[in-house]
């Protein structure tokens, strides 16, 4: 432009930049010192010939004044002159979709950008999630961080502060969480800021939605300083004993590594007793540790939910109020408890099935402990080779009358050797975890005292060879102790999408790196279509489990606060999520594996580790079981119930079943298909617009 004065000779020797150049190049549309309000800004840009710097600048000045028309005159004229909106151009769009413009039109900004290939960038997107954010709008600032992503935008804290407004401002606590988690996941400096951003929320729903949010939302604030600790902090000064979950190792034999579980639990940050009385912390614990996972595998992981979950759970669920009381003494002393449920022949049906017997001798007033055969011998017993104590399931004998399975607290170790007349041998070397121990256990008529007994709903009393008595009408000792599976089966629910996150994040962030040949040019390997796809799919199905696991988290943690049994809807639920957590992590990641190339081949990437989600799929109920249990109480129901599908389905084995029970077997397809659109319709029900496919692992032969 003739005649432009593009810079000033100042009285000290120094150039200056004109506040006309600056207009006229205006990328960066600020205003100088001396033009200290929009309206002389505006003036000088009327003096110039527009091109879209200058256009930007004027368009900006307008909606920071709040004018939309002319604001709306502007872009009128970028139009006219056919110049090409830049990013700056709908970056200021959006702000001034901050302010006044509804969600929808900024998603409308955000995809036409998008469509007309413009150089999108971090600013373009967190002006977006800010939009959203003030709007209260989270499935659209959701939606708008998987363009992100497919855009190869990582977030950053301004993102991460937005969603987590966002979703305190829609008041779902758990996204508020899982936002947190996924900040902290992604290793940014974590200054404070995020945990300030939940405490604003939590005053902003203060005032829309009520005090109960906020309470909810400040004890998390407030948490946030509990999960330091547990997961940085927890070594305190003078003690060689503590530790935190970031310093456990995974390469230790198996005393080594359960010693790092006796000074976890003495630094007392999480309770035997949260289970009860603050399961919320209890999920995090197990969620923080399964962050660990691509890198530690299995066995810390498993060693910690079978003595905090399984063991101190079971007293927890059948114990009186003594045997409650002595888990805090445990837990001082660092002692670990081991859970014997699974034998040998019965295996995934253990519980149902239970071989080992416990038999009451009046004149010693014991219990007698015996595996009836080698089938009964119980096995996989996780810390069955280290533990002090142990909760065993056996089905207990009273006066020669067989009473079923009862839990006993016994103690299995007495300074360092296993108690007399029981046998234990190591199950062998594994895929993945062996810092872990797993035994197998044969009781050769092991005696415990009456004591023993888990008898809060069922106990023994001695005299004219023992009468049992039932303490609680309809509720069995064995259907209590099964009550700690729905609290196992959404920690592992939990473990295996904390897994399958933490490995796509491991491998996106190699991906994004590795250059890659395309025949327009080097690319990076992201880009590559079907794993850019893998990527966008994988989010989508996560952030819609992470909700479903989120809600049965929640309504099971109502129930263990009350101390009540979850409803049969929510019992259905947890088995759904467990599930499918389980089948869709190991779908997902199997994919990942088939599609990153040789970096799954090597170490230390997480895909070592992948064997992981193995174990979630047969702990606390292995799928099929749980599939044939759903598909087992659908069919007794006639009622119209989910889509035409899945009552044709319901309808064809209810008529197959008219034949005989063989049928259930014969028609074994049909009845995995049934369980999992009752899967489906669950996930439905609780959050809708489920997109999920049948995962690889439950498809067909
Ligand atoms: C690392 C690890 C730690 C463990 N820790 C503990 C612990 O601390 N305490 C404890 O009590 N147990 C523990 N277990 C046991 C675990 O919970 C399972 O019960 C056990 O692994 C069953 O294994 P299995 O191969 O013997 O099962 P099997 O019964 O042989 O089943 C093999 C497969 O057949 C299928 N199947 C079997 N029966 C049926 C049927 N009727 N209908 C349809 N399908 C069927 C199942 O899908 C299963 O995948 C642990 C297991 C492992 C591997």
């Known amino acids: 432009d003739p005649g432009l004065p593009i810079a000033r000779c100042t009285a000290s020797g120094d150039l200056q930049i004109t506040d006309e150049a600056r207009l006229l190049f205006g990328r960066c549309p600020g205003k100088s010192s001396r033009h200290a309000d929009s309206a002389e800004w505006l003036q000088l840009a009327s003096r110039l010939e527009a091109n879209l710097g200058s256009l930007n600048s004027e368009l900006n000045a307008h909606v920071e004044s709040g004018d939309a028309e002319s604001a709306v005159a502007v872009l009128a004229q970028i139009s006219e002159r056919r110049l090409k909106p830049d990013v700056v151009t709908y970056t200021t769009l959006m702000k001034a979709g901050a302010r006044s413009v509804s969600p929808s039109d900024v998603e409308q900004i955000v995809l036409s950008a998008l469509q007309e290939k413009i150089l999108v960038d971090i600013g373009f997107f967190s002006t977006a999630l800010y939009a959203f954010a003030r709007a209260g709008d989270l499935p659209r600032a959701e939606r708008c961080v998987l363009i992100m992503r497919d855009a190869r935008i990582v977030p950053d804290l301004a993102c991460y502060n937005s969603l987590i407004h966002a979703a305190s401002k829609a008041g779902q606590l758990h996204r508020v969480q899982h ?88 630094t007392g940050l999480l309770r035997l007793t949260d289970l009860k009385n603050d399961p919320a912390k209890f999920f995090e614990a197990h969620r923080l540790l399964a962050h660990h996972a691509p890198k530690l595998g299995p066995g810390f992981w498993i060693r910690f939910t079978v003595h905090y979950n399984l063991f101190a759970g079971s007293v927890l669920a059948v114990g009186n109020d003594q045997q409650v009381a002595q888990l805090d003494d445990i837990q001082q002393k660092g002692l670990l408890g081991c859970f014997g449920l699974t034998e040998k ?16 001798d009046d004149a010693s007033k ?180 992470e909700s479903f696991v989120g809600e049965c988290e929640r309504q099971l943690n109502d129930c263990l606060r009350k101390d009540e049994i979850p409803s049969v809807a929510l019992q259905e639920a947890i088995a759904c999520a467990k599930i499918v957590a389980s089948e869709t992590s190991i779908d997902l990641c199997f994919r990942l594996k088939q599609d990153v190339g040789s970096h799954a ?64 077997d014969e028609n074994f397809d049909k009845v995995y298909d049934l369980a999992w659109h009752v899967v489906t319709r669950n996930i439905d029900t609780l959050c809708p617009g489920a997109t999920l496919r049948l995962p690889c692992g439950l498809s067909k032969l």
């Open 179 to 266: 936002w947190l988690d996924q900040a902290e996941m992604s290793g940014l400096p974590m200054t404070g800021v995020c945990y300030a951003s939940v405490l604003n929320a939590c005053a902003k729903v203060a005032d829309a939605e009520g005090a109960e949010a906020a309470a909810s939302l400040w004890s998390m604030a407030v948490s946030a300083k509990w999960r330091e600790q547990w997961i940085e902090a927890a070594v305190q000064k003078g003690s060689e004993t503590d530790l935190a979950v970031s310093q456990i190792r995974s390469d230790l034999g198996y005393e080594k590594s359960a010693e790092q579980l006796r000074a976890l639990q003495k």
């Open 345 to 360: 022949l019965a295996g995934v049906n253990s519980g149902g099935v239970v071989k080992t017997t416990a038999e009451w």
């Open 366 to 545: 014991e219990f007698v402990i015996t595996s009836s055969d080698v089938g009964a011998h119980k096995n996989w017993i996780s810390q069955g080779l280290v533990g002090e104590l142990a909760v065993v399931v056996a089905d207990l004998r009273v006066a020669g009358k067989r009473c079923g399975a009862h839990a006993f607290l016994m103690q299995l170790r007495k300074e360092g050797q296993p108690v007399p007349n029981v046998e234990l041998g190591d199950m062998g070397r594994k895929t993945v975890g062996n810092d872990l121990d797993n035994a197998w256990i044969a009781f050769h008529g092991a005696r415990i005292p009456h004591s023993a007994l888990l008898n809060r709903y069922g106990d023994v009393q001695p005299g004219n060879g023992g009468t049992y008595i039932s303490k609680a009408k309809g509720l069995t000792n064995m259907g209590m102790i099964g009550q700690r599976l729905f609290s196992g089966r959404v920690a592992v629910a939990w473990a295996a999408l904390t897994f399958t996150r933490k490995l796509y994040d491991m491998t996106r962030q190699y991906s994004d790196r590795k250059k890659c040949w395309a025949p327009k040019g080097t690319s990076n390997l992201t880009s590559v279509p079907q794993l850019n796809h893998l990527y966008a799919r994988a989010d989508s199905n996560l952030a819609q489990l």
């Open 601 to 664: 081949l090597m170490g230390d990437t997480g895909f070592e580790q992948m064997d992981f989600l193995q174990a979630c799929k047969f702990a606390e109920g292995d799928s099929r079981i749980l599939m044939q249990k759903l598909a087992r109480d659908r069919v007794k129901v006639s009622k119209a119930i989910g889509s035409s599908e899945e009552q044709r389905l319901t309808a064809e084995l209810q008529a197959a079943l008219k034949g005989g029970a063989q049928a259930w």
